[in-house]
């Protein structure tokens, strides 16, 4: 089965702080993605990479940056929280070719309050 | 507009009755994505698909892209059906349009 796994289920920061988001996957995806996820809103790219040391700004960036370093792991930084960064967020992958191709698998989401 | 609507937003249904949930697109796709959150959790993949039907269980994913819409259908619905299903339409290599997900509520 192809695993996406998030490292944090609940987080609980204060305003100011930096924060990591892990994510890892284990089946060689090209492509990772960042999401958030606010009730109505529903899902909104906030960074994405499709390689090693790659990255594109989605629709949302600012107030974060992500680091991949490695093709498996896809961090998400918050550097400096605010509440209105309290938000559902979740962690994807892809194939860029071949069967199965563009198909997401999602991590379990990381719920982030900041207070 | 977004580009990508689902309807309806909100479903509640009797265990055993059988579940239309749509999903209508104004951008060009040559597939569409069908997704299940369950509450607290993560997002499932259900369903990829560019023509026609795909069935998994009594899950039944329909499609004509020419008309620009899709229909996710499950029969004899169950409690644990209880989700909220989310169409994504891939419109390149990196970039998804998701809905806003229809919450349905499946009553034992």
């Known amino acids: 089965d192809v695993k996406v796994t998030q490292s944090s289920r609940y987080l609980v920061k204060r305003t100011g702080e930096k924060v990591f988001l892990e994510c890892v996957q284990d089946m060689d995806h090209e492509n990772m993605f960042w999401y958030r996820q606010d009730p109505g809103l529903g899902l909104r790219l906030i960074y994405f990479s499709y390689d090693v040391k790659m990255k594109e700004k989605g629709d949302i960036p600012e107030g974060y940056s992500v680091s991949r370093e490695k093709k498996e792991r896809f961090s998400l930084i918050l550097e400096s929280a605010s509440t209105n960064q309290t938000s559902m967020y979740l962690c994807a992958s892809s194939f860029v070719w071949g069967p199965g191709a563009n198909v997401l698998t999602f991590g379990a989401g990381s719920r982030l309050t900041v207070l | ?108």
Not at chain 2, 11 to 39: D, K, M, R
């Open chain 2, 1 to 108: 507009k977004n580009e990508v609507e689902q309807s309806p937003q909100n479903l509640t249904a009797q265990e055993g009755e059988f579940i239309t949930i749509n999903c209508s697109y104004s951008v060009g796709i040559s597939a569409l994505h069908w997704l299940q959150q369950h509450p607290g959790g993560g997002i499932v993949s259900l369903f990829m698909l560019s023509s026609g039907k795909k069935k998994h269980g009594r899950l039944i994913a329909t499609i004509n892209i020419q008309e620009k819409h899709s229909s996710l259908h499950i029969t004899a619905s169950h409690p644990r059906d209880s989700a909220v299903y989310i169409c994504a339409a891939p419109t390149g290599t990196y970039k998804y349009i998701f809905g806003t997900g229809t919450r349905l509520k499946v009553l034992a």
